[in-house]
């Protein structure tokens, strides 16, 4: 089968819906979303050497030109990666750029941890992982389930790298046999393989062959073949696709307001939420037709907190430093932040400000 080198699902709940699938030879993908083109994905792989040794390296550009709360999102992210003859990354270099932030991050695989700068919009630090015992690192999710002759209701298990958290996210695929699909209002039999993995799941459709011809999401989300045209051609104007309203959970029978409750249940239906987290303020329970959520605050957020905002940024440095979503250095958030702050001391009354 043709190669479908990449998955990277993006850590924030937008951005994890725009998928970078990156097909073998030079290809282009189209990002859609309830039918209207926001982007594409362009990628290239090609032979190489590597410290010496035999590799493959795989490029791709994605660029995905959509709207977030009524204002411009425009995201840039590039990928270069070198993969070895068994499969595993060795060398990976990833750029993001959005609303005028950017994030940079090179990740050096060994056979005991990857060594990960990280650029985070001029902030610079180094993280250092440990290579996961339990399960196989990979690059190719989808080849990774097929290689071996995967049948329709067996899975396979393993961890990719995610650039933007520095962390590695465990997948998972699972192969669902043939179905019938409509693409471009024509049925076609395919085979059917689900990757799920904490953020979201996503269903990708190959051909008997093994071809790549789309990829489906939440909220409408797909990602299938164009040209190379249509990928760059500009955009048909209009109102730009709002990802934060299509990936909207509709919420029916609340008969209370949220934020003046102790607690709150919630069921779902449609959807796999085995993976979502369960802590001392969530829990998940599986019913016949969904799932049962419930939520509830930590012990003691209700509390008074006499502790001071000084105090909580020298316990815990690491929650005042920039991210690519929070600017925390920029300077004209600070100037504003200091502006509604005024003389407040206190970090419940100071966030509700």
């Known amino acids: 089968m043709k190669s479908i080198r990449?998955?990277?699902?993006?850590?924030?709940?937008?951005?994890?819906?725009?998928?970078?699938?990156?097909v073998s030879e030079d290809s282009y993908l189209g990002l859609f979303v309830q039918g209207q083109r926001i982007g594409y994905v362009a990628s290239s792989d090609e032979p190489t050497i590597l410290n010496g040794k035999p590799a493959k390296v795989t490029r791709s550009r994605t660029v995905m030109d959509a709207g977030l709360l009524g204002a411009a999102l425009v995201t840039v992210i590039d990928q270069t990666t070198w993969i070895?003859?068994?499969?595993?990354?060795?060398?990976?270099?990833?750029?993001?750029?959005?609303?005028?932030?950017?994030?940079?991050?090179?990740?050096?695989?060994?056979?005991?941890?990857?060594?990960?700068?990280?650029?985070?919009?001029?902030?610079?630090?180094?993280?250092?992982?440990?290579?996961?015992?339990?399960?196989?690192?990979?690059?190719?999710?989808?080849?990774?389930?097929?290689?071996?002759?995967v049948?329709?209701?067996?899975?396979?298990?393993?961890?990719?790298?995610?650039?933007?958290?520095?962390?590695?996210?465990?997948?998972?695929?699972?192969?669902?046999?043939?179905?019938?699909?409509?693409?471009?209002?024509?049925?076609?039999?395919?085979?059917?393989?689900?990757?799920?993995?904490?953020?979201?799941?996503?269903?990708?459709y190959l051909s008997l062959n093994g071809d790549f011809l789309q990829a489906t999401a939440l909220g409408g989300m797909l990602l299938k073949p164009i040209s190379q045209e249509e990928a760059l051609k500009p955009s048909d104007g209009g109102t730009p696709v709002d990802l934060a309203e299509v990936t909207r959970i509709p919420v029916a029978g609340m008969t209370e307001?949220?934020?003046?409750?102790?607690?709150?249940?919630?069921r779902f239906t449609g959807?796999?939420?085995?993976?979502?987290?369960?802590?001392?303020?969530?829990?998940?329970?599986?019913?016949?037709?969904?799932?049962?959520?419930?939520?509830?605050?930590?012990?003691?957020?209700?509390?008074?907190?006499?502790?001071?905002?000084?105090?909580l940024a020298k316990a815990q440095p690491a929650w005042i430093q920039p991210g690519l979503h929070i600017a925390s250095n920029d300077p004209t958030l600070k100037k504003r932040a200091i502006q509604i702050l005024g003389k407040e001391t206190s970090p419940i009354l100071g966030a509700k400000r």
């Open 6 to 22: 990449k998955l990277l699902l993006f850590p924030t709940f937008v951005l994890a819906l725009s998928p970078c699938l990156a």
């Open 151 to 204: 049948q329709p209701g067996q899975s396979k298990e393993f961890y990719v790298l995610d650039p933007m958290t520095a962390t590695f996210v465990k997948n998972k695929a699972t192969a669902n046999g043939v179905s019938k699909v409509q693409i471009d209002n024509i049925e076609m039999t395919a085979q059917t393989v689900l990757i799920s993995e904490p953020r979201m799941s996503m269903t990708v």
């Open 271 to 311: 959807g796999d939420l085995s993976r979502v987290p369960i802590d001392d303020s969530q829990s998940i329970k599986k019913e016949a037709n969904g799932w049962l959520v419930t939520i509830r605050p930590a012990i003691g957020v209700s509390r008074p907190d006499f502790r001071t905002i000084a105090s």
């Open 257 to 266: 307001t949220p934020s003046k409750l102790r607690s709150a249940t919630y």
């Open 84 to 149: 070895g003859s068994d499969g595993r990354p060795i060398l990976v270099k990833f750029s993001m750029s959005s609303s005028g932030r950017s994030q940079k991050v090179e990740a050096n695989f060994n056979s005991i941890d990857v060594r990960i700068a990280i650029n985070n919009n001029g902030a610079r630090t180094i993280k250092v992982l440990p290579i996961p015992k339990d399960l196989p690192i990979v690059e190719d999710a989808l080849n990774s389930i097929f290689a071996g002759s």
